[in-house]
């Protein structure tokens, strides 16, 4: 069976491309550091791993996850009980959100913060609204 | 969409602004033709993953969300005052109602009694749960897939969303839409909205507002 070079990882709000490492197994997803933080906003500090204020302390088996510049996003993210999955040939993964990271967001009640393109493809910011009230309604073509 | 147009251009000069999302996987062949129609003034965003859905914890449209001056929420994720078209007299009253809150909102800021103390927001919050989390990872690759031509293996993930998260008509009606344009109001839709029914899962709840009295069953 043979299987491209190029890995696709998505997030929540973005997708990047990686190369396949030859070194790592197929099916575990490593990432350097600076990609995961710009994948997932998710930024490896002294204190665990950090998004704005919130930090997830890694301790224990989770610190095993780490080797070098590197990291081992998929167990890592196991480890953190964070949805992680992968296509059948491991060529495509998702880092999901934690549903108590969401939960904790909604309930500070400041809105979340999105970018999506308008029909032009033009990128709008929610926050690019402040100072104004904001009805934020969904709609479908279905 | 003509009805938040004409509710914006109403409002629009009391620093008031529409953010309307498609949640629309088969991207701007699905949405642009009826928004250039419409020839909103709105802000009109595409959102093929259902991000919106994701961080807010949403589960069908149309759902709103009300967000004040300074970013922060003041009515959380609710129907946005749609309700079944085979009650025509409801229907139009349900949606006038809801504007109406709008209208005072925007004109008495913190004051409407349609805004929430902190404490009501926070309970009017739908609870995110594990399995929603996972639904939401799991469709976002089912659409990736789908769009990357893995038909097969997209419709497992999407799937698998829908198993995970059955109150979610998004994810439902967005998988058969996918599967078929014109699938998602099908034989298995009515099925699956009459099981919600008996189950007391209205498919449009009313907004929780002390003037949605008079429209209540």
New interface residues.
Partial sequence: MSSTSAIQVLSAGRRIQIARSADRPTDELWLDVPALADLTGWHLKPEGLCKGEVCVPLAGAATDFLDGDEICASGLWKELQRPVLHDSECETWMLGEAAKDRARQLDTLEAPDFELPDIDGKLHRLSDHRGKKVLLVTWASW | ?PV?QALYDELKDQ??????????S?G?S???G???KAGTTY?????Q?H????????TN?????????????VR?TEN?GAAMGFNLRKMRKTRQIYLDA?RD??AL?ADSGHVFS?EE??AH?P????A???A???F??GR??QE?G?SR?AAS?LRRAVDLNPDSW?FF??M??LEHILG??GPEFMMRARRASKAGKEYYPLPDMATMAEVAD
């Fill in positions: 969409m938040w620093d008031f602004m529409i953010i309307a999302v498609a949640m629309d088969r701007l699905a949405v642009s009826p928004i250039r802000i009109s965003l595409l959102d993953d991000v919106v859905s994701d961080l807010y914890n949403m449209v149309p759902q709103a969300v009300w967000i004040d001056e300074a970013g922060r929420i959380p946005a709008i909102w925007v800021g902190e927001a926070r919050t609870v995110f749960t594990a929603i989390a996972e939401h990872a799991s976002h690759l990736y897939l990357k893995s293996e993930f998004n009606r967005q058969k839409n998602s109001g």
